[in-house]
């Protein structure tokens, strides 16, 4: 288990990332930072530019210092020549006692130009660039009988594989999750009719659909499914864009028992779509409002959500999306995400949010189904926790928009739902657990594999079979 990322410890990084990029998709990752008291006393961080960096144009995501005169603000924009886009104020922002917010800014001149002159400006906590994320997957085609699952096998399993996650172990033992247990998947979004997934999202009972009212007074009118934050509107699922979305969901959740396709960590369990990636990726500002969605859920709704699945990353370093990461922390919501698709030693060249140290995050390599790190996973001893199967992993994807498949992708994004899975899991066998009890017992039943061994804080592969 890694060290650098105690509970308490606050950090600020102020590098900057590569996009990382596979032979097809791409994965987004976001960052992490302190909590949303502590966040305002940061001193800005001047990033260079740095090529690969994907940022949208002539746009950035600025923070007022605690006790800045209202008036100082109103004039704040016009003085350095910004329009202001929106201002950021959600639910759990204002839980979490900050009620400035954060302001998505339209600029004429370079993007790090601006930021490079707020850096003198006392009134300003922070300011940097709405990144852009994206996901990283490969996709070939094709499940558990069938000996294509090998990513849910153990080593006495039938069929059987020793780097598997051992969840047909658990399976075997009576433990196959509880509908009583949440997760959010923060990505592009799913394909809740999915004859596999069916049964297994969420719905939000405290919206009527047909009064167009925001009846749960989140702030997001009829969002029965979830949210599309990218679109801005209720329809979390919109085609067979959206397969990398579902294919994560089904690696968590797909139902288990049903005689079809594959099965999922759990075969039940209640999954919660936040969409912030659309065609173009996603950006900060949507990514933090995703993440609070979630944060809001938890807090107003008393659900029982443990972890959020984030199989993706780019940009550079983000204080504002890091508090928003934190602020789920606080609600003892786990951030498990994918360490990066790019080989990389991410202790050496960060990549975000792998390398963020909140004690909330776990953060996930690929293995292959010979045990080996995948050869376009990132690594890092201190920035990732564990290695779970990653390659050749088949899980549930669409069709049509109402017809249901299934297909092998390969990546990091693949190999982070198995670690959500197994949080999920744990939580339906352990329903007093913390979010640190299920890290410590993830990171804890690893299987050593010398193939990690100064790869990972754990030098092992996710095992949920003793579970």
Known sequence: MKNARSLSKLSILSAVTFLFVTSCKREIKPFVSTTANAQALVEPVLLSVIPGSNYVPNQL???????????????????????????????????????????????????????????????????????????????????????????????????????????????????????????????????????????????????????????????????????????????????????????????????????????????????????????????????????????????????????????????????SLKDAIDRGGAKEILFICAAGNSTLNIDVTPSYPASYTSSCIISVAAITSSGGLASYSNYGSISVDLGAPGSGIYSTIPASKTASTYSSYSGTSMATPHVTGAAALYASINPTATASDIKSAILNAVISNSNLTGKCGTGGNLFVGGF
């Not at 490079?116 to 852009?132: C, D, G, H, Q, S």
């Not at 047909?210 to 499914?225: A, F, L, S, W």
């Open 61 to 319: 995501l600025m923070k007022f210092k605690l006790g800045t005169n209202p008036e100082i603000m109103n004039q704040f924009f016009v003085r350095i020549g910004a329009i202001l886009n929106e201002k950021i104020l959600t639910h759990a922002m204002v839980s979490a006692g900050d009620l400035n917010g954060v302001y998505l800014l339209n600029v004429q001149q370079e993007v790090y130009q601006v930021i490079e002159r707020l850096k003198t400006m006392p009134e300003v906590a922070y300011a940097e660039p709405n990144f852009i994320y994206s996901h990283f997957a490969t996709s070939n085609d094709g499940y558990f009988t069938g000996g294509n699952l090998w990513g849910m096998y153990s080593a006495s399993s039938s069929p059987s594989n020793g780097y598997g996650s051992g969840a047909a172990d658990a399976w075997a033992n009576g433990h196959t999750g509880s509908a009583d247990v949440y997760v959010g998947v923060i990505d592009e979004g799913m394909m809740y009719s999915h004859e596999d997934i069916k049964g297994n999202h969420w719905v939000n009972a405290k919206e009527n659909p047909t009064n167009r009212k925001d009846d749960d007074g989140n702030g997001y009118k009829d969002d029965i499914y979830g949210w599309d934050f990218a679109g801005n509107n209720n329809t979390t699922f919109d085609g067979t864009a959206d397969d990398h979305g579902t294919h994560v969901s089904g690696t968590i959740g797909g139902i288990g028992g049903n005689g079809k396709g594959v099965a999922g960590v759990n075969w039940r369990i209640k999954m919660i779509s936040a969409k912030f990636l659309g065609a173009s990726g996603g950006t900060t500002a949507n990514a933090i409002k995703a993440v609070d969605y979630l944060t809001d859920l938890k807090t107003c709704q008393s659900l029982n959500i443990v972890a959020t699945n984030n199989s993706w990353g780019g940009g550079g370093f983000s204080q």
